[in-house]
């Protein structure tokens, strides 16, 4: 077992390197811990495609089953089922998944009953201390009967979004990364009947094609030159277990994560007159200020999917958005889900016969860097080295957050890797260009 819980436990899940700074001794004794925490006699399991998973599954199975508590097994699926079903079920849920690290990675995502998430505030700090208190027992190799409940997400996601709403004609390009998304994608076009060109849907924990991480332009390229070449309407990447999706619009360009938000809470406002919105430190000011002019009521909150999610729940909030491109939605027991962003995508492209493009423009947003990550030995030292270049105020609620009347950045330690990210908008190219360069240099 590793010395270094901390290394991986991070502030809203677990992750490290299989059968390093995460051993199968280490996941027994999760499920353990998890399992004493939870009240319910039964637990959710499921998993991504990675290649440790089955060992990992096995693992902590065991520790959770050697505490007396059953499961209830749902396969290969992606986390936002887990939640869902969680939420509909109404029991705590384990998906053993690394998300979009890369594949020598693995780790676990936690909820509690209803997809009440666990994150370090909420329950992960205990079952972390807990486990110095749990022996090592046996790793059995369980032949957990898969359960059929993945016809009740269906048809949740079917009362969300019903399949009359959406126009089969509308010709999109899918980029699974060879990820979660594949298991489930073939019941979802035999539902909506999707007009699709696909790329790496099979489920594959290798990661052959490219990383399974759409938050890198880099990882892009495939569906943006799919969507251009095609003449689609839209492309869409998901991540390694498909709890946040990239969008492409039909000229080829990336929506970002604060475009996505401004687009769905901008449609949600017109069917509410009421409408609350959670958004992170990361959301474009621009987004939020065009939000607000349609009296939108608007919410900031931490980084991170257990932060948005209690805040929503606490608001009673209906929609929730990162720029990190997740969403999250009331109706979906406040869980963050990259198929029904989809679904709604459609819906409203259905609803509104326009193009993404079109629709986005309309926004007027300025030039953003979109997310940029720095590898750097001490993140709290090169934070409080940029404090020191820029004169004002920061808010400091997550990272470094500054406003300046031509341009805002913020910049922030990663929660589930070594890394400093950085975002930046600002009113020209130019502007963006010489603040990337002056963090850069400083960090």
């Given at each position: ?15 490290g390197?299989?059968?390093?700074s ?13 399992s004493?925490?939870?009240?319910s ?12 998973n089955?060992?990992?599954l096995?693992?902590?199975?065991s520790?959770?089953s ?16 887990v939640?869902?079903l ?7 849920g384990?998906?053993?998944?690394a ?12 909820c ?5 998430p666990?994150g ?5 700090l205990?079952?972390k ?30 009362k ?6 959406i126009?089969?004609?509308?010709k ?15 019941d979802l076009?035999?539902i909506y ?7 790496y849907?099979?489920?594959d ?14 990882n ?6 799919l ?11 998901f991540?390694?277990d498909?709890?946040?999706a ?7 360009n990336?929506?970002s994560?604060?475009m996505?938000?401004?687009?769905i809470a901008?449609?949600?406002s017109?069917k509410?007159d ?5 958004y992170?430190?990361n959301?474009?000011?621009h987004a ?9 009521s608007l ?13 929503m ?11 990190s491109a ?5 109706d979906?027991y406040?869980a963050d889900?990259?198929?029904?962003t989809?679904l ?16 986005i423009?309309k ?16 993140v709290?030292d ?5 404090k020191?270049v ?6 400091e ?23 400093l ?23």
């Amino acid at each position: 077992m590793t010395n270094n819980l901390d290394e991986i436990f991070k502030s809203y899940d677990i992750r490290g390197v299989f059968g390093d700074s995460l051993t199968l001794e280490d996941a027994y004794k999760i499920g353990y811990s998890f399992s004493q925490f939870v009240e319910s006699e039964t637990i959710l399991i499921g998993h991504d495609g990675r290649i440790s998973n089955m060992k990992m599954l096995d693992a902590v199975s065991s520790g959770i089953s050697n505490n007396g508590k059953s499961l209830m097994y749902v396969g290969l699926v992606p986390t936002d089922v887990v939640y869902s079903l969680s939420g509909l079920l109404n029991l705590p849920g384990v998906i053993i998944t690394a998300s979009h690290n890369p594949k020598e990675y693995n780790g676990l995502k936690l909820c509690n009953s209803g997809a009440v998430p666990i994150g370090e505030q909420s329950g992960l700090l205990d079952i972390k201390n807990n486990i110095k208190n749990i022996d090592f027992g046996e790793i059995n190799s369980f032949q957990i009967e898969k359960n059929n409940e993945l016809d009740l997400y269906f048809e949740h996601i079917q009362k969300l979004i019903s399949p009359e709403k959406i126009n089969s004609k509308i010709k999109f390009g899918v980029d699974g990364g060879n990820g979660a998304i594949g298991s489930i994608f073939n019941d979802l076009d035999n539902i909506y009947s999707f007009n699709c060109d696909q790329l790496y849907m099979e489920v594959d924990g290798t990661f052959p094609n490219h990383p399974a991480d759409p938050s890198s332009k880099e990882n892009l390229q495939e569906i943006i030159k799919l969507v251009k070449d095609n003449n689609l309407d839209f492309g869409v990447a998901f991540d390694g277990d498909a709890d946040r999706a990239v969008f492409i619009d039909d000229l080829g360009n990336v929506v970002s994560g604060s475009m996505m938000t401004t687009l769905i809470a901008d449609y949600l406002s017109e069917k509410n007159d009421n409408l609350k919105v959670v958004y992170n430190v990361n959301v474009s000011p621009h987004a939020l200020s065009l939000l607000e002019s349609k009296g939108v009521s608007l919410f900031r909150c931490k980084v991170g999917h257990s932060n948005i999610k209690a805040m929503m729940k606490e608001l009673d909030a209906d929609f929730g958005g990162e720029h990190s491109a997740h969403f999250y939605y009331k109706d979906n027991y406040f869980a963050d889900s990259a198929i029904l962003t989809l679904l709604m995508l459609m819906s409203i492209i259905t609803e509104k016969d326009q193009k993404v493009s079109s629709m986005i423009d309309k926004y007027n947003f300025p030039p953003s860097s979109g997310e940029i990550n720095f590898t750097v030995k001490d993140v709290n030292d090169s934070l409080k080295k940029i404090k020191t270049v820029f004169s004002g105020n920061f808010d400091e609620l997550d990272g470094l957050s500054y406003f300046d009347e031509k341009f805002w950045f913020n910049v922030r330690g990663s929660n589930t890797e070594p890394k400093l990210r950085v975002n930046i908008e600002a009113f020209s190219q130019k502007i963006l260009d010489e603040v990337l360069e002056k963090i850069s240099t400083t960090i």
